[in-house]
């Protein structure tokens, strides 16, 4: 097995793919491009919208600003709902 494989490896059964889908789902929400990355192959390719790109360093880079870009933004709408509302906003 090669240092990028991540078990489970097809073919999958129901348990197995499960357990896939379960541990992508759970470096996705570390919010770590650098994790994430490493779940795509070295030529994978991207499109998001109207935005192009290749392999892990530009998946990376992507992935980098759309979690910034994500984060600030909820920050500021909290900010403006804790303001509007004068209540303690949580964060989930």
């Not at 999958?12 to 994790?35: G, I, L, S, Y």
């Not at 390719?45 to 790109?53: A, H, L, P, S």
Request: proline letters at 5%; glycine letters at 2%; one cysteine or more.
């Amino acid at each position: 097995m090669s240092e990028e494989s991540r078990p489970p490896l097809p073919p999958f059964a129901e348990e197995t793919a499960r357990e896939k889908v379960q541990k992508a789902e759970d470096a996705w929400n570390t919010c770590d491009p650098e994790k994430v990355s490493l779940a795509y192959t070295e030529d994978s390719v991207w499109r998001n919208r109207d935005e192009f790109f290749e392999g892990r360093e530009e998946t990376r880079a992507f992935l980098t600003r759309k979690w910034e870009r994500d984060r600030l933004s909820f920050e500021k709408g909290t900010l403006v709902r804790l303001r509007e509302s004068h209540l303690h906003a949580l964060r989930i």
